[in-house]
């Protein structure tokens, strides 16, 4: 991998980084537990590392925008997250920033093609 495939494979990381919380609460409407997340999301194009879920499914847990609750009706107790009141809240403001940002990216890039295809 040269210079560039390393500092693009970076910012690309970086770039995700900055929309995980959003795609996280996007699929929290209904209670998932981690792995269910973890494949859902994956299918849906959208593939999230365990080891960078759980901390931040925790982390949300901690800031109030999840609820969670034990289901051990199964053999193996599995730990279910869902949008608290706050976090519905949040996903709303945060999916409403979102979609001002992408207009105005849309936008730049737009313009930045129409330049060059000039």
């Known amino acids: ?54 901390p931040l499914l925790r982390r949300l847990e901690k800031q109030s925008l999840l609820i969670s609750e034990w289901d051990t009706s199964e ?15 949040v996903y709303k403001r945060l999916k409403k920033e979102w979609r001002v940002i992408s207009n105005q990216m849309e936008i730049l890039l737009k313009e930045d093609e129409d330049r060059v295809a000039d």
């Open 75 to 89: 053999s193996r107790p599995r730990k279910f997250y869902s949008l608290s009141e706050n976090g519905k809240e």
């Open 1 to 54: 991998m040269d210079v560039i495939d390393e500092l693009i494979s970076s910012l690309s990381v970086e770039l995700k980084r900055g929309t995980l919380v959003l795609l996280v609460l996007s699929q929290l409407h209904t209670k998932e537990y981690g792995y269910s997340l973890v494949q859902k999301l994956e299918e849906k194009k959208a593939p999230i590392e365990a080891g960078t879920l759980y």
